[in-house]
């Protein structure tokens, strides 16, 4: 089911995203080369639980899982496109990662990634980043009342796959709310027109996950870490938004 979110409940949703954004902004700061990623972890453990006694949304999920995530972060380098556990991985130069990012915050989630640099990047890597992030702002910009989650979908599958890379099947944006994952799917690929109609009031974490590669990913034996099939560079940015009567208000910027 599909709910849309009350003004008092967007107001807590933005408080939610603020916490997100100010974490996701010290990533900036301390991603270089001779960190681990655990460190990373723990940065934003102290930001998330110590100074704003908000919850870190991937912590222990699902509740129910045999394997439940076992940290507040997910910190996903190079060929690593999704859910990276951190770890005493010590970041290089040249490498990129994804982290990602939810808290929890009066009962109403936050969600966003970005996908940062380590010191000097390849060519590739830095066109790679530049095509995620625009993605995923051409989906936000079809995040329009009177379109379809279609819509923002197709958005995102043309601008990336015109540039010759191509989107991921099996992961997709959701909504979100008083859960992490709330109905509706909103995929990153798929035809203008179709799926449920945008309505004010909707709140979606909107994922572009891109791979220089083909699209084929794998899950990793730690039951978590999502892999391109090629080994080849994978760029993942996400924003939690809010849709109104114009423009769709991000709720998680920076
Ligand atoms: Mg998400």
Same mark, same amino acid.
């Given at each position: 089911m599909i709910t849309l979110k009350s003004a008092a409940e967007i107001n807590k949703m933005r408080q939610a995203g603020r916490i997100v954004a100010e974490v996701l902004g010290k990533m900036q700061e301390w991603?270089?080369?001779?960190?681990t990623t655990a460190e990373l972890n723990e940065l934003a453990e102290s930001v998330i639980?110590?100074?704003?006694?908000?919850?870190?949304?991937?912590?222990?999920?699902?509740?129910?899982? =045999?394997?439940?995530?076992?940290? *507040?972060i997910c910190a996903s380098v190079n060929?690593?496109?999704?859910h990276g556990i951190p770890g005493p991985r010590v970041l290089q130069e040249g490498d990129i990662i994804s982290i990602d990012v939810g808290a929890i915050l009066n009962g109403y989630h936050g969600d966003a990634a970005v996908t940062l640099s380590v010191g000097q990047i390849s060519q590739e890597g830095q066109r790679l980043l530049k095509v995620t992030k625009g993605a995923l702002y051409e989906g936000i910009a079809a =995040?329009?009342?009177?379109?379809? *989650?279609g819509d923002i979908s197709a958005a995102i599958q043309s601008y990336v796959e015109s540039r010759g890379y191509n989107v991921v099947r099996e992961y997709t944006g959701h909504g979100i709310g008083r859960s992490m994952h709330e109905e509706p799917q909103v995929p990153n690929h798929g035809q203008p027109g179709r799926g449920v109609r945008l309505r004010k009031g909707m709140t979606i974490a909107l994922e572009p996950m891109v791979l220089v590669g083909d699209s084929r990913v794998k899950v990793l034996d730690d039951y978590w870490t999502v892999v391109s099939c090629d080994g080849k560079l994978t760029g993942h940015f996400e924003h939690t938004f809010v849709i109104t009567d114009g423009e769709a208000e991000i709720l998680t910027r920076m």
């Amino acid at each position: 089911m599909i709910t849309l979110k009350s003004a008092a409940e967007i107001n807590k949703m933005r408080q939610a995203g603020r916490i997100v954004a100010e974490v996701l902004g010290k990533m900036q700061e301390w991603v270089a080369p001779g960190v681990t990623t655990a460190e990373l972890n723990e940065l934003a453990e102290s930001v998330i639980c110590d100074k704003y006694s908000a919850i870190p949304s991937f912590k222990g999920f699902p509740p129910d899982g =045999a394997h439940p995530f076992p940290a *507040s972060i997910c910190a996903s380098v190079n060929e690593e496109l999704v859910h990276g556990i951190p770890g005493p991985r010590v970041l290089q130069e040249g490498d990129i990662i994804s982290i990602d990012v939810g808290a929890i915050l009066n009962g109403y989630h936050g969600d966003a990634a970005v996908t940062l640099s380590v010191g000097q990047i390849s060519q590739e890597g830095q066109r790679l980043l530049k095509v995620t992030k625009g993605a995923l702002y051409e989906g936000i910009a079809a =995040a329009r009342v009177g379109n379809r *989650s279609g819509d923002i979908s197709a958005a995102i599958q043309s601008y990336v796959e015109s540039r010759g890379y191509n989107v991921v099947r099996e992961y997709t944006g959701h909504g979100i709310g008083r859960s992490m994952h709330e109905e509706p799917q909103v995929p990153n690929h798929g035809q203008p027109g179709r799926g449920v109609r945008l309505r004010k009031g909707m709140t979606i974490a909107l994922e572009p996950m891109v791979l220089v590669g083909d699209s084929r990913v794998k899950v990793l034996d730690d039951y978590w870490t999502v892999v391109s099939c090629d080994g080849k560079l994978t760029g993942h940015f996400e924003h939690t938004f809010v849709i109104t009567d114009g423009e769709a208000e991000i709720l998680t910027r920076m």
